[in-house]
């Protein structure tokens, strides 16, 4: 009977011995390979913690001690070593979060997978276990690349203030966060990596000396003594120490005996610890060892034996705006790029690779590059910040106060905009067009198929004295939306041909299929439709007023949500510019969406072209005061959509 069916809990741990716990971690391997490769997950990242987290789970006993995991992206074994072994529906609905998930399981507590803010958590826990004399421990587990985050040192600056407040910080160090870690940080880390640990050196001197007459002992004692300076010249992790925290390390992240004895250590220890683990990311599994791209960081459904992928979903928006910041840095030497530590993810990878001098990867610091992004316009260049939409969010201040308020020409690319689906809550691009219509001067674009991210990109760089964004989904991109005509500078893509049509239907970004989905249905229905792309979304086009002048409805359409997003926006623009027409707006409303794929997530918002179609008609039956046939009008959009 194979080890991993006989765990239950972190207890059942306690009765395996070094070489079944050994024995385990292969299990677990093996499991991972084969059941991630056939939902997609993150794979490389779970392979390189299983001796750790086994580890961590023989010392501390959670949930009443707190095992907090930064990002939590490595959390597949926590899982199966909590009791959830079912991975048959990773990251489908219904299915295991491909994070920590409070709704899961007791053992854990954060879901929020942006990186860098465990310190912070780890922090309050231990704050709230003092207040409460509580005995209870605290252990945040994080990577090497979250490091790189300014909230990971700030957190740092308070834990280290407390001497005796317990707390244990693993680092888990494998070099890279997708792709391998840049900075001081990791240099720093890197030469920590090289070097003999101190507690090595000292044991084996003090062994030594022990067998030395007379002198041993005492030159030992002034040797350790001595401890800092010693230390700094071992191994140089006086940048911890400096701030107050006990260093134990660099420790064996493959080693289950040598990390259980440096976390019993730490654990034992009144303040608070760092435990500097090395790790292996896509450890145990040939193929991820061979991808030096990110080492099988997130993969979708592949071949276990080979780790190619079972099948291709064509060209996506990344590879598109990818490919067009090629051609546009060929024709300007003033393009720049930025990312933070995901250089392939967003597609600046040929780029960096053409113009590796132009690429600036600022590590997990959004507002950094933010902020960096303006010295670079203040400069004379112009720098393109390719980031997931869900992570614009924490650089929110610095677009606001140092990029818009400095009228710099920076362009943000926001990739993953609108439902992603299966990552859950937290990578949701929902918010972008809501928060950025608060900023003064900002223009925002949302591209419709490959062709306008080709455009719009181009549109956007122009622009030299203001923020500019361009926002697209996640995926496969479909194929090109033509534009009957343009009025102002919007695309109308489909007019009824009347004098004074019934709804102006406004159709956001990659939304526009739908929207001419949903034409056809009202048009079924005797409801004449025009639709039309505003390409730019903020601001409102002068045309937009002029244009729904001429109907009966406006109806907006959004992957967005509808608080504060385009939809009010254009209920605003409409009511400065005295336009009395009735206005409903469709997006996403405001609550957390649980993983499931964008067409599942899509469906239980109301966000198809069937439910908005019929809403659509009785909102036009209400109108026309046909309050009767409210039923019968929106039942029927169904068996015409048939």
Known sequence: MPLLTRITGPRDLDRLSLEELNQLAEEIRTFLVEAVSKTGGHLGPNLGVVEL???LHRVFHSPADKVLWDTGHQSYVHKLLTGRQDFSRLKMKGGLSGYPAQSESEHDVIENSHASTVLGW????????ELKKSDDRVVAVIGDGALTGGMAWEALNNIAEAKDRPLVIVVNDNERSYAPTIGGMANHLATLRTSDGYERFLARTKDLLDRTPVVGRPLYDTLHGAKKGLKDFIAPQGMFEDLGLKYVGPIDGHDIEALESALVRAKRFGG?????CLTEKGRGYQPALQDEADRFHAVGKIHPDTGLPIASSGADWTSVFGEEMVKLGEEREDIVA???????PVGLDKFAKRFPERVYDVGIAEQHGAVSAA????????PVFAVYATFLNRAFDQVLMDVALHKCGVTFVLDRAGVTGTDGASHNGMWDMSILQVVPGLRLAAPRDADQVRAQLREAVAVEDAPTVVRFSKGAVGPA???????????????????RPDVLLVSVGALAPMCLEIATLLDKQGISTTVVD??????VDEAMAPLAERHRVVVTVEDNSRVGGVGSTIAQ???DAGVDVPLRDFGIPPRFLDHASRAEVMAEIGLTAPDIARQVTGLVARIDGRFGQDTDAMDSVESARD
């Open 53 to 55: 987290t086994i580890a």
């Open 122 to 129: 780890a922090d309050g826990i231990a704050k709230a276990n």
């Open 272 to 276: 608070p610890v760092i435990v500097h």
């Open 338 to 344: 930025i990312t933070a530590a995901m250089l392939q």
């Open 375 to 382: 010295g670079l316009a203040h400069g004379g260049v112009h």
């Open 481 to 499: 939306v033509p534009a009957v005509r343009r009025v102002g500078g919007m695309d109308v893509l489909r007019e009824p041909g009347t004098e």
């Open 534 to 539: 505003p390409r730019w979304v903020k601001p």
């Open 573 to 575: 623009a409409l009511r």
